[in-house]
């Protein structure tokens, strides 16, 4: 399955599941959360820089956005580079498969968009391999092997301090 | 620049009257110079209809429709596909933006919908449940009475009850109760065989009791996966193959619940 990989730091990485868990959060019942991953495109990769979370309608067990939703998050780029790369949504339990509904309602359809699902409605911090990842390629999404994750998306290096920690000067 | 387009959309410039949009998508700005390599530009006849606008960005970009339906907007107000450009009188470098519903709402299932579905799967059904002896009722099914019954046996011969309600069917799964051979004691543990589930309920992802939002065992689940295969076994995603999967426990199955 060939396409752009996609590149996101750990620092984005971390606060999409934080964004998703606060669907979580929000009243007595958990539900699904969902986070759009915009950013910038070359030839060969693709950037993201920009969470944008929709005014989406979620319960337990599945998650939507209306047109008019997703036209709100569209207005916040209009005139910058910015474009939409992939998203990312939470599932109830284990499973990270797409549902036959993702394959065919998950707003980025594209050549080429990602969508990442990460489970246990993304309440505890996880590693790529724990999730769910699909790429929308010759027309349908289709599933990645989870062996083959990082051939599609990789977590980057986004905030590291290498400052020493060394005596000051009055003692 | 109004003036300069109310002498356009008049067709004072000569030829047909035109208009210059500007449309933000998921991918970006579709205008006189993005994308670059873009076969077609927003430049159009003002008696061009929304729906010629909304197939060509589509068709600039890739966009795929499936179930969604994408739309124009202007502003936050959503623009009718069969009106034509100059009923909103835009000027040159009216911005619209493309957008489309997205997520994994399940959405309601006409029932003549169902009827078909399950009609069709039962034909292929029907045959089978004759080879291995299994009682198959579904003289009543109807477009307000999406419900069928069957009679499994277990090893000693004793006789089960199954309900199966298909509504919503096949984007849910069918709701299975057990029942005595009038249709009474609906979903009692000692209508049910031993073999399942205590609550009680057929533990199963094709068994729309068994997810939490019925009261069953299964937080975990969605019921729009319901054809995906568990831990336990293999996808099950036709009514056939729940038969045969209902048929093979039953068969192993010592008795009744108590």
Known sequence: ?171 | MAEKNKDKEKGNGGGPPTVKLRIQTPRGEWNMTNPSDAAKRPVYPISTKIEQVIADTRAVFGFVEDDNQYKLFHGTDPLEPQRPLASYHFVDGTLLILSVQGGNAYQHVEPAVSLEAIQSELMEAAAYAASIGVELDHKDLTPENLVFKMRFFNRTGESFFARFDCTEYPLLPPFIEFTDESGGSVGQKNMYPSCFHASPCVCMRYSRKAYQEHGGPHGEWRMIDWHLATSGGGPIGTLGMIISDLHAKILECPGRMQ
């Not at chain 1, 998650?63 to 036209?71: D, F, G, Q, R």
């Not at chain 1, 050549?111 to 390629?137: D, K, M, T, W, Y």
């Open chain 1, 1 to 171: 399955m060939q396409s752009k990989k996609v590149y996101i730091t750990d620092v984005l990485w971390e606060r999409s599941r934080r964004l998703l868990n606060s669907f979580a959060a929000v009243g007595s019942e958990a539900t699904e959360g969902i986070v759009y991953w915009f950013g910038f495109e070359t030839a060969d990769v693709g950037i993201v820089t920009t969470l944008l979370v929709p005014d989406a309608t979620a319960s337990w067990g599945c998650i939507s956005t209306s047109a008019e939703a997703n036209a709100e998050v569209l207005m916040s780029v209009v005139g910058t580079p910015l474009v939409l790369i992939g998203q990312a949504h939470s599932h109830p339990g284990s499973d990270v498969s797409h549902s036959p509904i993702d394959d065919r309602q998950t707003f980025p359809r594209f050549e080429g968009a990602i969508s990442v699902v990460v489970p246990h409605f993304a309440r505890n911090v996880v590693g790529l391999q724990e999730c769910g990842v699909h790429r929308f390629v010759d027309g349908a999404y289709k599933n990645v092997p989870p062996r083959e994750n990082e051939d599609h998306l990789v977590v980057l290096l986004g905030e590291h301090n290498f400052r020493k920690q060394s005596k000051s000067k009055s003692q």
